[in-house]
């Protein structure tokens, strides 16, 4: 199903192409690869990026542009993240594996979550060193007091994806994709033990108002924001931990992908409010996902966009978060597709040498 988007009013000018532009997008992956339950050391049909890869795979069969992106949450915080560190060797040549798996599958884009901050600060920037993809956050940075050569952010603030579409007619033009990243600001208490004095947060929205504008100058035709907060009120406070419904409200956001509670959207759990749409997936009218945890689904938006002499425009939408398994009547969980064969034999290494560690 399909919803106009506040972009499509603006229509004086005649159209053009038409476009379609597929954005595929995980979210709390917490290093959870294979579809296995390292905690219990036994099969998790419902869990694993090289299920979703699948998924990824058939969708970019599907649409002829589209691009890949991660919201966090990707490095840290189920038992393998864990035991990445104990099987990945601490040199700065070796790759951890969830980078590896991610440089497999051309990820365009990731944004941070607040488990990446779960490992130490030299860590974390060892294992980011090996991404063949831009890795981004709107919202924390060096401490303003740090030494002259750690002020500025942690990571690029946004990142801007060029890409070539190819219209309903056959000819090509070009798009640019900015990209915003937010975690929830609580991290820097969360975890204090590797970023006390070294790095600080600044709140969701009040990031958004400075960056916007500055993404819009650079020429972005679209703004994507990486929304690693959750679906929460409609009323902003201070300093927000699950701000997704005031961001998307925002004038110049056009699309979110949003995480960190493990939900799953469009569903009905989310609903209640007026600027919550969930059978078509949207917040205050924008084309919004949440896709699970652990590689459970695969979030999907497709922009069908009118390029006029105006620049591009939004004409509609869809959303949809697809599933890896799905569970019957009687609680059985079914799997939907199995292990993509590049990405397993890419990540069975360092998933068995993680089955030897526990064992």
């Not at 219209?167 to 006390?196: C, H, K, Y």
């Not at 947060?201 to 960056?211: G, Y």
């Not at 497709?302 to 569970?327: N, Q």
Request: proline share 7%.
């Amino acid at each position: 199903m399909t919803q106009s988007n506040d972009l499509s009013t603006q229509r004086n000018s005649p159209v053009t192409d038409r476009f379609r532009l597929r954005i595929l997008a995980t979210s709390d992956l917490h290093a959870q690869l294979m579809p296995h339950d390292y905690a219990w050391d036994r099969p998790l049909i419902s869990a694993g990026l090289t299920r979703t890869a699948s998924l990824i795979r058939e969708a970019r069969l599907e649409e002829q542009n589209s691009v890949l992106l991660d919201n966090g949450d990707f490095l840290d915080g189920f038992p393998f993240g864990d035991l990445a560190d104990e099987i990945t060797p601490s040199t700065s040549q070796a790759t951890h594996p969830v980078i590896a798996a991610m440089n497999v599958l051309g990820y365009d884009a990731a944004g941070l979550g607040n488990h990446e901050f779960g490992i130490s600060l030299n860590k974390l920037e060892r294992a980011l060193a090996a991404t063949s993809f831009p890795v981004i956050s709107t919202n924390i940075s060096y401490m303003k007091n740090a030494a002259p050569a750690e002020r500025g952010h942690f990571v690029p603030p946004v990142a801007v994806i060029s890409r070539e579409m190819i219209g309903t007619n056959g000819q090509p033009a070009q798009i640019r994709i900015g990209l915003l990243s937010f975690l929830p600001p609580q991290v820097d208490v969360w975890e204090s033990r590797n970023m006390a004095g070294k790095l600080e947060t600044q709140d969701i929205l009040e990031s958004a108002k400075v960056w916007i504008p500055r993404l819009k100058a650079e020429g972005v035709d679209l703004i994507v924001a990486l929304c690693h907060s959750g679906i929460g009120p409609a009323v902003a406070h201070d300093r927000m931990e699950n701000a997704a419904v005031p961001l998307a409200a925002l004038a110049g956001i056009d699309a979110l992908i949003t995480g960190h509670v493990h939900g799953v959207f469009p569903r009905p759990d989310f609903s209640g409010s007026a600027e919550i749409d969930h059978v078509n997936g949207a917040l205050c009218g924008k084309p919004t996902v949440m896709p699970g945890f652990w590689g459970s689904h695969l979030g999907v938006i497709d922009l069908d966009l009118a390029k006029d002499a105006t620049g591009w425009k939004v004409a509609s939408f869809s959303s949809a978060a697809r599933p890896i398994a799905t569970r019957t009547d009687d609680g059985e969980l079914i799997a939907q597709v199995e292990d993509d064969p590049a990405l397993a034999a890419a990540v069975r290494p360092p998933h068995n040498a993680a089955l030897d560690y526990i064992r």
